[in-house]
């Protein structure tokens, strides 16, 4: 989906008409995983407000996050997207109250350390703008995941996700009236790429959720790096930079450790509860 975004930028596709078929094809297909599924009457909601809420902070995220990949060669947004459960553990902390021991605290500054690296400060080879899109994308998706764990508590993965798809559309809707332009045939193919890519992935994140424990899934989500490697070099004609070689790792493992934590966590409160007095 990401390459997609890129190669639309390059056939001449503003954002907005990007944003616009990325949500369409969420849609269409959500709307018949759904209908195939659980039938369409499991997308019922007594909390429209949360599902606006978290539509808000959503395409706003969203936004920020098309920003950076159309700003920053594939492989540096997609480093700077995993700085995600670095800002998650902090919104945790913060919002929900959630314990947070030092060694969390310190894979949290750890992973900044790689963000910075990353970043080069003072350097000329990625553009500020970049990496101001794709700390700000971070920084939203995050506050998702604290949405959505609120919003988990009482609806089902793929009514939220339908919700999300369907609220959206309809600022892009004037958003994509407005920017709306020809395209030849190749553009026309890598609009409608981008959604269905965009749909098949959230759908399939929210089935492996479903399949798999977060702390077995997330680690997975790191190999979007390679693959971001690889089509940057094999559609655009670029490799990440050196810092990224250094940066990326650290925030991996920084990442990863702040997932294994609270998998530990979570692990030791269920076996409090079900251990007898």
């Known amino acids: 989906m990401n390459a997609c975004i890129k190669l639309g930028e390059v056939h001449g596709a503003k954002l907005g008409e990007l944003l616009f078929f990325r949500q369409a094809g969420a849609a269409v297909l959500v709307t018949a995983v759904i209908a195939s599924g659980p039938g369409l009457a499991s997308i019922r909601t007594q909390r429209i407000g949360a599902h606006i809420r978290r539509a808000v902070v959503g395409l706003t995220g969203m936004v920020f996050v098309f920003s950076a990949i159309m700003t920053l060669p594939l492989a540096e947004a997609t480093t700077l997207s995993f700085s995600t459960p670095i800002f998650a553990t902090i919104l945790g902390a913060i919002v929900l109250g959630e314990p947070t021991g030092w060694r969390r605290w310190a894979a949290v500054l750890t992973g900044f350390v790689g963000v910075v690296i990353v970043a080069r400060p003072g350097g000329h080879a990625l553009p500020p703008i970049g990496i101001a899109y794709g700390l700000i994308a971070a920084v939203t998706t ?65 089935a492996s959720l479903r399949y798999g424990s977060v702390s077995l899934v997330v680690p997975m989500d790191y190999s979007s790096l390679l693959w971001a490697t690889v089509l940057g070099w094999w559609l655009f004609g670029t490799l990440p930079g050196d810092t990224t070689w250094i940066g990326a790792p650290i925030i991996v493992a920084s990442g990863l450790y702040i997932v294994w934590r609270e998998h530990l966590r979570r692990r030791e409160i269920t076996e409090a509860a079900i251990s007898p007095e």
């Open 142 to 206: 995050a506050t998702v995941f604290i949405l959505l764990r609120q919003i988990g508590r009482t609806e089902r993965a793929q009514t939220t996700v339908w919700w999300f798809s369907v609220l959206s559309l309809v600022p892009l809707s004037i958003v994509y009236a407005m920017t709306a332009q020809a395209h030849d045939a190749t553009g026309w193919a890598i609009l409608a790429a981008t959604g269905l890519f965009g749909g098949a992935a959230q759908l399939a994140m929210t």
